[in-house]
């Protein structure tokens, strides 16, 4: 089986790529803009998925027979600062993937933030209404392929990890912060529910095993938690100090990038599929060293 895995070198694309390789079902291959080697990949393909050229090229000499699609630009201030290349990379992009690779079983990987966070625990049937470039361009990548593609899953979550281009995501900055011993705040009233990309790696893994059951899903840990909650867990988790941790509230309506407050995901669709898969965070937040 055929798989191609966009932004491969992002943390998601490369949990995934490093989930999939340990089963020898799989023919991977992964695209990027970097230099790095992926060991196990049959090819990697270094190149911009806006270039049409350079996605004929890819696509016409192989038959993939799955499309794992997570490149994206997932820095906010720099979507609202550029929306041209957010639209590119979440739409220009996603139309070419698509269009020159009709008859393969598509996964794009969309966002919580694709709501705009004023009620929370949004099913599939709620309807997104995106407050940023970022979450307008994936959303509008969300309807091409919900339009185009026979075959796919559109998949809503949000995810954490260690890994991330920036070395600096949420749960990196968190841990890295509280290890040093460093006093932070949690915004009490931004409310989640995220998972680790292993678990996120996991359920991929079974949606390509299991009887296809094609559509939107939304990904999450069963219980939706404020990130000062999270923040707290991830110390409990690491035997660090709470009392290092403040609490604060935001209104992101008065700043620069609006962003939704509550984009808690209902997960009952995805529990339907009966996957088998721990969906709670604890475990993952805890780093052995």
């Known amino acids: 089986m055929k798989i191609l895995i966009t932004g491969i070198n992002g943390m998601l694309g490369n949990s995934i790529f490093k989930y999939l390789s340990e089963s020898d079902k ?115 990548g969300e309807e091409f392929i919900r339009k185009a593609q026979l075959a796919y899953y559109i998949l809503r979550l ?33 409310i989640f529910n995220p998972l680790h990309v292993e678990q996120v790696s996991n359920i991929l893994f079974k949606m390509i095993e299991i009887e296809p059951h094609y559509g939107i899903y939304h990904l999450g840990s069963p219980k939706p938690i404020s990130k000062l909650e999270f923040l707290k867990q991830i110390a409990d988790e690491n035997d660090f100090d709470t009392n290092l941790i403040s609490s604060k509230t935001v209104d992101f ?18 529990k339907s599929l009966e996957l088998g898969i721990d969906l709670k965070l604890n475990k993952y937040l805890r780093i052995n060293k």
């Open 253 to 270: 309506s008065s700043s620069n990038i609006n962003r939704p407050l509550n984009t808690s995901l209902n997960i009952e669709k995805l």
């Open 158 to 190: 949000n995810i954490i990890g260690q890994g991330s281009s920036s070395g600096n995501s949420l749960f990196e900055w968190a841990y890295q912060s509280l290890e040093e011993e460093s006093y932070i705040f949690g915004f009490e009233n931004v």
């Open 26 to 140: 799989f023919e991977l291959y992964g695209v990027g803009r970097s230099k790095q080697v992926h060991h196990g990949l049959k090819n990697y393909f270094r190149g911009d998925l806006t270039n049409q050229n350079f996605v004929e090229k890819i696509s016409h000499r192989n038959n993939f027979d799955w499309i794992i699609h997570c490149a994206a630009i997932v820095d906010l201030k720099y979507c609202e600062e550029n929306p041209d290349d957010a639209y590119s990379t979440h739409v220009t992009g996603t139309k070419l993937l698509s269009r020159n690779n009709p008859d393969s079983k598509f996964i794009y990987i969309s966002t919580d933030s694709i709501f705009d966070g004023f009620k929370g625990n949004y099913s599939e049937n709620d309807e997104p209404n995106p407050l940023n470039i970022y979450a307008k361009t994936k959303h509008q």
